[in-house]
Structures are given as C-alpha cells and as structure tokens.
C-alpha cells in the first residue's frame, strides 16, 4: 500500500536507488565534516554521525527494490532488456 501511493506520487525504483547512493556519499562527508567542524568531540562522535546517514542507504535500497518489483508488476518499469544471445 506505501509502495503503491509512492509509485502513485512519482517516485521510482531510480529515485530511491540514486538517493541510496547519495546517501552513502553523504555518510562519507558528515563523517569527515564532524571531524573537522566539530573539534574536540573525538572520532567517535564523528563515527557516530557517518552510521547515523549510512543507516539510510539500506533504506533506500529496500525501497528502490519494492518500487521495482511494483513496477514490473504494474508494467511501468523503465529500461531496456537486451535479448539474450545463444551461446556458440
């Protein structure tokens, strides 16, 4: 039922995979942010922030896969599907 008002709303497969991946840059960057802005805190709170973001891209690529398969059911996935080629 979320899927499907997700899918209802615009979103696709494509949009929660591209943030998933967003999300794991993202973690990178508020980890070596919270180290630099943020001195004295110690690399643990700067672990902390990194997992807090990096929690999301599983998320979304849950997400990305039940957008998917919803699409494939409901016919609107997107892309290409190569033939398969005989071997020999």
């Known amino acids: ?35 630099k802005m943020e001195p004295g805190t110690g690399l643990a709170r700067a672990d ?9 891209a599983p998320t979304f690529f849950g997400l990305g896969l039940a ?3 919803y699409e494939q059911q409901d016919g609107t996935l997107t892309g290409t599907v190569h033939p398969l080629r005989k071997a020999g």
């Open 1 to 35: 039922m979320i899927i499907q008002k997700m899918h209802d709303l615009g979103i696709r497969s494509e949009h929660a995979y591209m943030a998933a991946f967003a999300s794991i840059g993202l973690s990178v960057a508020s980890w070596a942010g919270s180290l």
């Open 48 to 56: 902390r922030w990194g997992l807090f973001v990096g929690e999301w």
């Open 67 to 69: 957008l998917s398969h």
